[in-house]
C-alpha cells in the first residue's frame, strides 16, 4: 500500500535520515546517517511487514565459531532486530522486521537506534575478527 510508503518516508525525513535512494515500484528506500553507522540501511516494505536491513561486516576466514558466538551474546542484549548472516553466510547483517499497519515513528526510530547503540557497544569486538 502507497500510504504505508508514504508513512515510512515520512517518519524517516522527520528524523533526519538522508534517503540515497528510492525505488518507489519496489517501496524501498535507502538511508544514511554517517555519524550514527547508518550507512546503505535498506528499509523496504514488503506487505504486511517492513524489513530493515543493513550490511555490518564480512564474516571472518579464521575463529568463525568464537565469531558466530559473539554474535549470539550480542544478540541477546539487542533492543530491538538482530545481526544475522546473508543467504551465502559470508556477511553480516543487522535485520529487524516490524508490523507496517500499526508502524509507528517512535518504532522505526527505536528500531534504527537499536543498530547504531548496538554498533557502539560491540564494534570493537566485531573488529577484532575483521
Not at 517501496?27 to 546503505?40: F, S
Not at 554498533?119 to 573488529?127: C, D, I, K, P, T
Request: with cysteine.
Amino acid at each position: 500500500m502507497k500510504e504505508n510508503f508514504e508513512k515510512v518516508k515520512d517518519y524517516l525525513h522527520s528524523s533526519g535520515y538522508l534517503i540515497t535512494h528510492e525505488d518507489e515500484a519496489e517501496e524501498l528506500v535507502v538511508i544514511q546517517d554517517e555519524e550514527n553507522g547508518i550507512t546503505g540501511m535498506v528499509i523496504d516494505c514488503e506487505e504486511p511487514i517492513l524489513i530493515i536491513e543493513q550490511v555490518i561486516m564480512g564474516t571472518p576466514v579464521n575463529n568463525k565459531e568464537s565469531f558466530y558466538e559473539t554474535l549470539l551474546k550480542i544478540n541477546r542484549n539487542l533492543v530491538h532486530g538482530a545481526f544475522v548472516l546473508d543467504e551465502s553466510g559470508s556477511k553480516v547483517i543487522y535485520r529487524d522486521t516490524l508490523q507496517l499497519e500499526s508502524l509507528d515513528h517512535n518504532e522505526l526510530d527505536a528500531s534504527i537506534n537499536s543498530l547504531t547503540l548496538a554498533l557502539a557497544e560491540n564494534a570493537n569486538q566485531l573488529l577484532n575478527y575483521k
